[in-house]
């Protein structure tokens, strides 16, 4: 059984969902359908570091009969599907699995019940994958809860992409507002970190992993380099780096700010001290 509530915000380009139940079935799979382009072809999913276009897999006939590639797909933080005029976005929360099946609809995954570890009967993989073991405790029964938005929009481009992103911060950590009675003053203006350029998307601020750097790597999301600036205050020097932090070569720094540039679809990282 299940609960379906739909809220839609004045000034937000998406239409919230939130889905609440009682699972009282086992080994099975609980997924949402999303109605998008009947001519949608072209499935972008954000990852770790930045979205990417999912294309099928395809494998040789021997290889299949070892392991069938899954039709599923994970995602980060939302999937969208384009068509040649319109598209339309999912973002999730906590829910990592998606699938595009024909006529233009996303399937989003919103729980899963397992009962084996491994099983030998898998028509995608004969043959156990790992020492059989029951697990009830994944068969996820009970209350759940899942909350999903739904962005319909144009057709595929960089400047979209970009206001998909921001639409997903706006879903999953929407800035509010609250008073509070000791906050008599206005506090002062703290300088912090700041990252500039056209179609950059921040993903890591973090100490280095040897504890001398602070670690600033950000993603572009179009497909044309773009010239970007992480300004830091008291920046002294800085490196574009791997992205396991290797320095590779030294990059300029000038009141404070770090030039660099990112070729379409890099990811960027550059050490700073």
Not at 121 to 126: Q, V, Y
Not at 156 to 185: H, K, M, N, Q
Not at 250 to 267: C, M, N, T, Y
């Amino acid at each position: 059984t299940m609960r379906v509530s739909i809220e839609l915000d004045a000034g937000l380009p998406f239409v919230r969902v939130r889905i609440e139940g009682e699972n009282r079935a086992s080994d099975h799979r609980l997924r949402c359908l999303v109605k998008g382009p009947l001519d949608g072809g072209r499935v972008v999913a954000d990852t770790q570091f930045g979205p990417v276009a999912r294309q099928p897999i395809a494998v040789d006939p021997t290889d299949a009969a070892m392991e069938i590639p899954l039709n599923s797909a994970p995602l980060h933080r939302y999937v969208s599907l384009f068509g040649e005029r319109a598209g339309v976005t999912v973002h999730a929360d906590g829910c990592t699995e998606y699938e595009a099946l024909p006529g233009g609809i996303l399937a989003v995954t919103l729980l899963r019940s397992v009962g084996e570890l491994s099983r030998a009967d898998l028509l995608e993989r004969p043959g156990h994958a790992a020492y059989p073991r029951a697990t009830p405790g994944a068969q996820e029964l009970g209350r759940f809860r899942a909350t999903i938005a739904i962005q319909p929009h144009g057709r595929y481009d960089s400047a979209l992409l970009e206001e998909i992103e921001r639409a997903s911060d706006d879903f999953l950590a929407p800035l509010v507002g609250g008073t509070l009675v000791t906050a008599r003053a206005l506090p002062e203006r703290v300088a912090g970190i700041e990252l500039s350029g056209s179609g950059l998307a921040a993903t890591t601020i973090k100490e280095s992993e040897c504890g001398q750097w602070l670690v600033m790597r950000c993603v572009n999301l179009r497909n044309e380099p773009t010239e970007g600036a992480w300004r830091v205050p008291g920046v002294r020097e800085a490196w574009l780096a791997r992205i396991d932090e290797t320095p590779l070569a030294l990059l300029s720094v000038s009141d404070g700010a770090i030039a660099f540039e990112a070729l379409p679809r890099a990811i960027v990282t550059v050490l700073a001290r």
